[in-house]
C-alpha cells in the first residue's frame, strides 16, 4: 500500500504536460509530500469532468456520503483500493464502473524492510514530469469529491524499493488516459490496464528519515487548508 505521495510541479508545468488546466488555480499548491493520513486533497482529472483538473479528498468515501471523512478512515482505510475490492463492494464497484479518475502526482514514497530497518525512496519519472495514477472517485452529499488509488501488486523494479506489502499504484500513460475516463470502456479493457500496465521510466531515489520530518511538520496545517474547496 501507498499512503505518501508527491505533486510538487508548479501549476504551468501540470497545465503543459496534460494540455488541460486547472478548475481552482488559486487552490492549487506544490507539495513534496502528501500524506493520506491527513485529510487531504489530490489532484485529479474525472469521467465528469476530463477536459479541467479537479481537487478530491483522498480517501474514497460512499456516494452521498453524509458523515465526516475521519469518521469513514477511522473504521475503513480507503486510500488504496483493490481490483477485487472495485469487484465485490456494491458501492466501490459501481464507482469503479461510472467514477473514474486520473490522479496527478510527480511521484510517491515506497519503504523497504531491510535487516530489521525501514528505508524510504521516491519513485518518480526519470524525466521528472508528472504523471498519472489510476483512481476512482465518488461525490460526497455536500458535493465534494473523493478518491482513491487503484493498487496492484508491484513489479519487479518497484519489488526492489517496497517490501512492506507487495502493492502499488496503477500508473497510466498519457495514450491511455481517455480510455481510464470513458465511461464506455469495457470492464474486460479496464481490468487489462489494471493487471498489465504500461511501464514508464521509473527512477528511485533514497530518502532521509529527516525530509519526511521536515516536510511533513511543514504540511501538516497546509493540508487542512484547502480541504474542502473541491465542489
Known amino acids: ?51 479541467e483538473i479537479s481537487l478530491a479528498i483522498w480517501g474514497l468515501m460512499p456516494q452521498n456520503f453524509k458523515e465526516d471523512w475521519h469518521t469513514f478512515q ?72 473523493c478518491t482513491a488509488l487503484t493498487v496492484n501488486k508491484t513489479d519487479a523494479f518497484l519489488s526492489s524499493y517496497h517490501n512492506i506489502s507487495n502493492l502499488a499504484p496503477v500508473i497510466i500513460p498519457k495514450n491511455q488516459a481517455s480510455s481510464w475516463l470513458n465511461k464506455n470502456t469495457a470492464i474486460d479493457d479496464l481490468e487489462d490496464i489494471i493487471e498489465r500496465p504500461k511501464k514508464l521510466n521509473l527512477e528511485a531515489k533514497r530518502m532521509s528519515n529527516e525530509f519526511f520530518l521536515k516536510n511533513l511538520t511543514a504540511n501538516t496545517q497546509t493540508d487542512a487548508l484547502f480541504v474542502g474547496f473541491t465542489h
Request: proline share 6%.
Open 1 to 51: 500500500m501507498i499512503y505518501k505521495l508527491s505533486n510538487d510541479a508548479g501549476k504551468e508545468m501540470i497545465e503543459e504536460e496534460f494540455g488541460i488546466p486547472f478548475r481552482y488555480p488559486n487552490l492549487f499548491k506544490p507539495n513534496p509530500i502528501v500524506n493520506g493520513f491527513n485529510e487531504t486533497n489530490l489532484c485529479v482529472v474525472t469521467t465528469e469532468n476530463p477536459t
Open 74 to 145: 477511522d473504521n475503513a482505510n480507503t486510500l488504496n483500493v483493490k481490483l477485487e475490492e472495485l469487484e465485490s463492494i456494491p458501492w466501490m464497484q459501481e464507482s469503479f464502473e461510472q467514477r473514474r479518475c486520473l490522479i496527478i502526482v510527480t511521484g510517491f514514497y515506497t519503504h523497504l524492510l531491510e535487516n530489521g530497518n525501514t528505508c524510504s525512496y521516491y519513485i518518480y519519472q526519470a524525466s521528472g514530469k508528472p504523471f498519472y495514477l489510476a483512481g476512482t472517485y465518488n461525490i460526497l452529499n455536500d458535493g465534494f469529491l
